[in-house]
């Protein structure tokens, strides 16, 4: 028997590790989780890799009444070439996406992005719409997509509509989706012949959430540059890539790195003050610009 000591302190312990109970639905097609979540509203959730989700309800900082599964839904997973478009479905595995072969090619940003997320078993269950709809801003793929100027496509009772990256991200874990929306598939524009990417980040520790992160596109038409964990959202850098549209040399490297503090005023957050942060934006867009110019 377990003294009343012992009995407080296992009591506590479940309160911080065990989930709230919830009804738990394991959807067999789209139809099936828009009728649940029109039925259940924001006392639902979608349930997709679970990487994010379930250590938020371990954590009792969700409680939804009803779990979602999409997993069973196929027509959600799976990576093909759309004309001038890479079609990821939501439920693809970001494992899968760095594997792929069409992602490599055509979207070469991505695939440089995936192996900076996590572990190998949290990549082999996240999944590419689970991260988006996360909306983490210490993430890597919300700052790809913004980049790449990726559309995705939601889905509800109510219809389809397609959002562009720009408008998905709002605030801090605040994206475009209603409570009655499902992230189905992404849209990638293929990357044009000359393009160069470049991903970089840095993080105390490797798969550990970036302290801060840069996605660099330079195409014909322009060179963009988003960095991540320096905000709420991933966030575009206008001027340093102005500093840099006439062509990358040393000298426009260092007034690209000056004109930083135009495009961002970091936050502190547990990790760095935000100074640090400028700091280390900086250093990551001298990295990624001298990449930009020996690729
Ligand atoms: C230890 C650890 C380290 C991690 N490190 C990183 C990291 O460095 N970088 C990084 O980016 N991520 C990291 N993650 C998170 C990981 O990438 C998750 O896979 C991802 O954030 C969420 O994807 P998921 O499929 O697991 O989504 P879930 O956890 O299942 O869901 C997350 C949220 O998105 C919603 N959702 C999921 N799919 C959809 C959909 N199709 N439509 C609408 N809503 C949906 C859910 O309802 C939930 O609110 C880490 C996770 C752990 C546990």
């Not at 649940?36 to 349930?47: F, P, T, V, W």
């Not at 009792?60 to 839904?73: A, F, K, M, Q």
């Not at 389809?160 to 991200?169: G, K, Q, T, Y």
Request: include cysteine; charged fraction near 20%; charge should be positive.
């Amino acid at each position: 028997m377990l003294t009343p000591a012992r009995e407080t302190r296992r009591a506590r312990w479940e309160d911080v590790l065990k989930a709230p109970s919830f009804a738990y639905l394991r959807a067999s097609s789209l139809a099936q989780v828009f009728d649940a979540l029109a039925e259940h509203g924001e006392d639902a959730r979608i349930l997709a890799g679970g990487q994010s989700l379930v250590p938020a309800l371990n954590m009792r900082l969700s409680e939804p009444r009803l779990l979602i599964d999409i997993n069973p839904i196929a027509a959600l997973t799976g990576i093909e070439r759309r004309g001038g478009m890479l079609r990821i479905g939501a439920l693809t595995r970001h494992s899968e996406v760095g594997a792929s072969p069409l992602v490599a090619r055509l979207a070469p940003l991505i695939h440089q992005a995936i192996p900076h997320i996590a572990h190998p078993a949290i990549r082999n269950r996240g999944t590419f719409g689970g991260s988006l709809a996360q909306a983490d801003p210490a993430a890597e793929l919300p700052a790809c997509v913004l980049a790449l100027d990726a559309v995705l496509h939601l889905a509800s009772r109510r219809g389809e509509r397609a959002v562009s990256a720009r408008d998905f991200f709002r605030a801090l874990y605040e994206t475009a989706l209603a409570p009655d929306e499902v992230i189905t598939a992404i849209d990638v524009p293929v990357a044009p012949q000359g393009t160069r990417s470049v991903f970089v980040e840095l993080a105390r520790r490797r798969g550990d959430y970036a302290l801060v992160g840069l996605a660099a596109e330079a195409r014909e038409v322009g060179l963009r540059l988003v960095f991540f964990g320096v905000g709420n959202k991933p966030v575009e850098a206008g001027a340093a890539s102005a500093a840099l549209a006439a062509g990358i040399t040393a000298e426009r490297i260092a007034a690209a790195q000056a004109a930083l503090a135009r495009d961002l005023d970091p936050p502190g957050d547990l990790q760095a003050d935000g100074a640090t942060k400028l700091h280390l934006a900086r250093v990551l867009l001298g990295r990624a610009a001298r990449a930009l110019m020996a690729a």
